[in-house]
């Protein structure tokens, strides 16, 4: 949520990187912002007054009966009821505006980072690194859907029985290779210095707020509405609200947390090639890396957890490179994002399978997360996230890339954890 204070001090700057956005009418939502803050501010105003001003008409009430002046006391006692009623009224009406301009912030995306390049959709994203040669497949090579059938690693259609389009089943050597990667990640991760937890798969409508997820705009979360729980659309949202309403030290950052959860997205609409198979999944699996940093480092912090990213795709020896997205591509939350891109020789196209993202004090304001200086003065902390790694994608590229007469080949990094190096008939 952004800062009310930015809005104010910065009304222009906060609406052109809207406008930025692609949001036509950010003028509007921010002028309608500031009304309301406006006439909240005014009515607080008016009803500290008017509560200063009955608390002195107690007080009258009280000296004027001592003095034996009862009609006077019983003209103030009036006064004093009509005060309470005007405080009761004006208290009505402050919170109706605290909870409109609440609604309306929460409906505010993030401020684009001035870094972030101008543009209305993904084709407007710029590529700002790539490493890795592209796999020389044979004429013949499969795409992943075939390859999992054929080794038979992966059921689709048992997952549409039991449950529906988007909820596989991974089956014998399908299955060890998901969890070899999910231990590869988890135990890079702690190498790197991340903490581990192994949060809820369900949340509550504070934490939804907290991250952004909710107001869900777009649909995305599967909502169990007996308890109104949230199914998780990634661990980022239990793990950051491990620090809501938090006030930490200057020397408590970093703080960096890792954690492997399944995640759920309602989303997977459309038909075709860009979602069959693993390409769109409404159930996957993801280790996710998020970090609670001070303002000052945060962009530094960025780039760490790109090179960390890096090196695991390095090490899966995938062809990948990485985006910076464009202002109209970035995720409502965001302020600054990369994207990280594997190469699907078999499909020959782009698989996302990260983002990373700073989202600077956009999270922290709704989660009350702050720290104290070394004057004791509070200031909102940076909060970051980043997929290390989102499963399916890599292991769809992981599949088409390393197939030959054999079998799938195995990277060398993961034959420790699968303990075979060859899928075969």
Same mark, same amino acid.
């Given at each position: 949520?952004?800062? $009310?204070?930015?809005?104010?001090?910065?009304? %222009?700057?906060?609406?052109?990187?809207?406008?930025?956005?692609?949001?036509?009418?950010?003028?509007?939502?921010?002028?309608?912002?500031?009304?309301?803050?406006?006439?909240?501010?005014?009515?607080?105003?008016?009803?500290?007054?008017?509560?200063?001003?009955?608390?002195?008409?107690?007080?009258?009430?009280?000296?004027?009966?001592?003095?034996?002046?009862?009609?006077?006391?019983?003209?103030?006692?009036?006064?004093?009821?009509?005060?309470?009623?005007?405080?009761?009224?004006?208290?009505?009406?402050?919170?109706?505006?605290?909870? =409109?301009?609440?609604?309306?912030?929460?409906?505010?995306?993030?401020?684009?980072?001035?870094?972030?390049?101008?543009? #209305?959709?993904?084709?407007?994203?710029? %590529?700002?690194?790539?490493?890795?040669?592209?796999?020389? $497949?044979?004429?013949?090579?499969? +795409?992943?859907?075939? $390859?999992?059938?054929?080794?038979?690693?992966?059921?689709?259609?048992?997952?549409? =029985?039991?449950?529906?389009?988007?909820?596989?089943?991974?089956?014998?050597?399908?299955?060890?290779?998901?969890?070899?990667?999910?231990?590869?990640?988890?135990?890079?991760?702690?190498?790197?210095?991340?903490?581990?937890?192994?949060?809820?798969?369900?949340?509550?409508?504070?934490?939804?707020?907290?991250?952004?997820? $909710?107001?869900?705009?777009?649909?995305?979360?599967?909502?169990?509405?007996?308890?109104?729980?949230?199914?998780?659309?990634?661990? %980022?949202?239990?793990?950051?609200?491990?620090?809501?309403?938090?006030?930490?030290?200057?020397?408590?950052? +970093?703080? =960096?947390?890792?954690?492997?959860? +399944?995640?759920?997205?309602?989303?997977?609409?459309?038909?075709?090639?860009?979602?069959?198979?693993?390409?769109?999944?409404?159930?996957?699996?993801?280790?996710?890396?998020?970090?609670?940093?001070?303002?000052?480092? #945060?962009?530094?912090?960025?780039?760490?957890?790109?090179?960390?990213?890096?090196?695991?795709?390095?090490?899966?020896?995938?062809?990948?490179?990485?985006?910076?997205?464009?202002?109209?591509?970035?995720?409502?939350? #965001?302020?600054?994002?990369?994207?990280?891109?594997?190469? #699907?020789?078999?499909?020959?196209?782009?698989?996302?399978?990260?983002?990373?993202?700073?989202?600077?004090?956009?999270?922290?304001?709704?989660?009350?997360?702050?720290?104290?200086?070394?004057?004791?003065?509070?200031?909102?902390?940076?909060?970051?996230?980043?997929?290390?790694?989102?499963? +399916?994608?890599?292991?769809?590229?992981?599949?088409?890339?390393?197939?030959?007469?054999?079998?799938?080949?195995?990277?060398?990094?993961?034959?420790?954890?699968?303990?075979?190096?060859?899928?075969?008939?």
């Amino acid at each position: 949520m952004l800062e $009310l204070s930015h809005i104010r001090d910065s009304t %222009e700057q906060v609406i052109a990187g809207l406008e930025k956005r692609g949001i036509q009418n950010a003028a509007t939502m921010i002028g309608e912002v500031l009304d309301l803050d406006q006439k909240r501010r005014e009515t607080q105003l008016e009803m500290d007054q008017t509560r200063a001003e009955a608390g002195n008409v107690a007080k009258r009430i009280g000296q004027l009966k001592k003095e034996g002046k009862h009609e006077e006391a019983d003209q103030a006692q009036q006064n004093s009821l009509s005060l309470k009623e005007k405080v009761k009224e004006l208290t009505q009406a402050f919170q109706e505006y605290e909870l =409109k301009l609440k609604d309306a912030l929460y409906l505010l995306p993030n401020v684009p980072h001035a870094r972030v390049p101008e543009g #209305s959709s993904s084709a407007q994203n710029i %590529e700002v690194f790539q490493h890795g040669d592209m796999p020389n $497949l044979p004429e013949n090579a499969l +795409p992943h859907w075939e $390859l999992i059938q054929k080794y038979d690693i992966i059921d689709f259609e048992l997952g549409n =029985k039991v449950t529906g389009a988007g909820f596989p089943f991974y089956k014998g050597k399908g299955a060890k290779l998901q969890r070899a990667l999910i231990n590869f990640f988890l135990d890079e991760a702690a190498q790197a210095g991340y903490d581990e937890v192994q949060p809820p798969l369900l949340v509550n409508q504070d934490s939804g707020l907290g991250t952004g997820q $909710l107001p869900d705009k777009e649909g995305q979360m599967y909502h169990a509405t007996a308890d109104n729980f949230y199914l998780i659309p990634t661990a %980022e949202v239990p793990i950051t609200n491990i620090f809501r309403d938090v006030i930490l030290k200057e020397d408590d950052f +970093p703080i =960096k947390k890792v954690g492997y959860t +399944p995640c759920f997205r309602r989303e997977a609409g459309s038909w075709g090639a860009d979602v069959r198979g693993l390409n769109r999944l409404h159930q996957f699996d993801k280790v996710e890396i998020v970090q609670i940093q001070h303002p000052d480092k #945060s962009y530094n912090t960025l780039e760490e957890m790109c090179a960390h990213v890096k090196s695991l795709l390095e090490k899966l020896e995938l062809p990948y490179r990485i985006l910076s997205l464009c202002a109209g591509d970035l995720g409502f939350t #965001s302020a600054f994002t990369y994207d990280f891109e594997v190469y #699907s020789a078999a499909q020959k196209k782009w698989l996302e399978v990260s983002s990373v993202s700073n989202f600077q004090t956009f999270q922290s304001n709704r989660l009350g997360l702050r720290y104290r200086d070394a004057q004791n003065k509070k200031y909102l902390a940076h909060t970051l996230n980043g997929s290390a790694l989102a499963l +399916p994608r890599i292991l769809a590229a992981l599949l088409e890339n390393n197939q030959s007469p054999e079998g799938i080949h195995i990277p060398q990094v993961l034959q420790t954890y699968t303990k075979f190096d060859l899928i075969h008939d």
